[in-house]
Structure formats: C-alpha cells, structure tokens
C-alpha cells in the first residue's frame, strides 16, 4: 500500500496570508489527525477527523481549520498567518477509530511552512 | 490538561553502551506507543503497549509499560549508529494520542 502522502512538501508564505495543506491518508483508513512540530513545543496536536467529521481538537486558535472528504482525504488550512507558524505539519493516518484505543499514526513525510 | 512529560530530551552515548529513555503521564493512559524520528523524517511507529506492565522487546530495544499505567520506558542495548533519532513516547487518552517532548539520541561512533 502506499503510504500517507503530503502535498505541498514546502511552501513560504508571508504574515496575513493563508494556506492550505492537503493529506491522502493510506488507502482504506478512515482517521486523519494533524499535528504541528517545531523545535521547541515537540508535536502538537491540532485536531483529527474521522468519516468527514472533527472528533477531536488540540488548543490551537480557530486560525487553524480542516476538513476531511468522502474519500478521507484531509485538507488543514491556516488563515491570517503569523511567523510563529512556521513549523512542520504532519499528516497521520489510522486504520479504524475505536473508542478508548488510539490506534497507530501512520505519519506522512510533512509540510515544512516558512512564514516570513 | 492531560500532559506526557519525557526524559531526558537529549542524550550522547559511545556506539556500544546502552540508552534509556523515560515517560511519565499526568493520567492513567489507556495505551502507549513509541515513535522514532529519524533527523529529516517523519515519526514512524515502533510499538504500542496496552497492559499494565506489560514489556515487550524488538531485538535490542526494550519497551514497558508501568503497572499503574502512568509510565514507561525505553531500553536500547549496546546502541549502534542506526539508533540515532529522536524517540517519542505517545499517551493515549480517550479519544486522542498525547505525545512527549521526545528524546533525541547521538550515537558517537
């Protein structure tokens, strides 16, 4: 199977501008989560949607957004920008969402975002 | 809030000697996993403990979960220069994976 793919890889944005992210989870899982990682705060979650809905949110501002298609594709999207933001965003995907058992992240290779 | 603390967040060994690495939660978990970041990677999963002290080895590495299911550790035998990476425990909540701050290994050859 291939694995969780991220598009872009990197991108450089600007303070005040938005962006959007895209994940395509592991053919036949049904969980996407995002997380932020940048040196200093470790890997933050940002919230993970399962069947089209968001399950569950990190403390992240409402600057921060997602989405999950029919297909389980995700998209994050980050609006008005700050410099802060830079960090990499991962992608994990998961076979199946069971109440009281967080199953394995598979993660994607990240989006590195520059915001100068 | 629910928080997994880890130690040590940076640790050099000599190629041969041994590496521990510690996480310690706020909250009973119901499970914990071990990730390894290899540097310019993404975490990969290593493994998941469930049961309260359970221990499980993959070759030279050795994972344990604490008997009140709060902590747990990571014991890498005689390290080699493949070992280098940073390794994060993750704690699971209810509904949610709460990571550690992750322990980045140097392994001098």
């Known amino acids: 199977k291939a694995g969780v793919t991220q598009t872009p890889r990197y991108l450089i944005k600007t303070r005040g501008q938005q962006v959007t992210l895209s994940c395509s989870p592991i053919s036949g899982h049904r969980s996407v989560s995002w997380y932020q990682q940048t040196p200093g705060q470790g890997l933050q979650f940002l919230f993970e949607y399962f069947s089209e809905t968001q399950r569950n949110k990190g403390n992240f501002p409402g600057r921060f957004s997602g989405r999950q298609f029919s297909n389980s594709r995700s998209e994050m999207n980050v609006s008005t920008l700050e410099l802060g933001d830079s960090a990499l965003y991962l992608c994990a995907s998961s076979p199946l969402k069971r109440e009281g058992l967080v199953d394995t992240q598979y993660f994607g290779p990240g989006t590195r975002l520059t915001v100068l | 809030g629910q928080q997994v603390m880890q130690i040590p967040q940076y640790q050099h060994v000599q190629e041969g000697e041994d590496f521990t690495t510690y996480c310690n939660s706020s909250t009973t978990l119901s499970n914990i996993q071990w990730y390894k970041q290899r540097p310019g990677g993404h975490p990969v999963f290593l493994i998941q403990?469930?049961?309260?002290?359970e221990v499980k080895k993959q070759k030279r590495l050795t994972f344990q979960f604490g008997e009140a299911k709060k902590n747990s550790s990571l014991h890498i035998t005689a390290t080699q220069t493949t070992d280098v990476g940073t390794y994060f425990c993750?704690?699971?909540?209810?509904?949610?994976?709460?990571f550690g701050t992750g322990t980045r290994l140097t392994v001098i050859p």
């Open positions: 403990l469930v049961k309260s002290g």
């Open positions: 993750a704690g699971g909540g209810a509904n949610n994976l709460f």
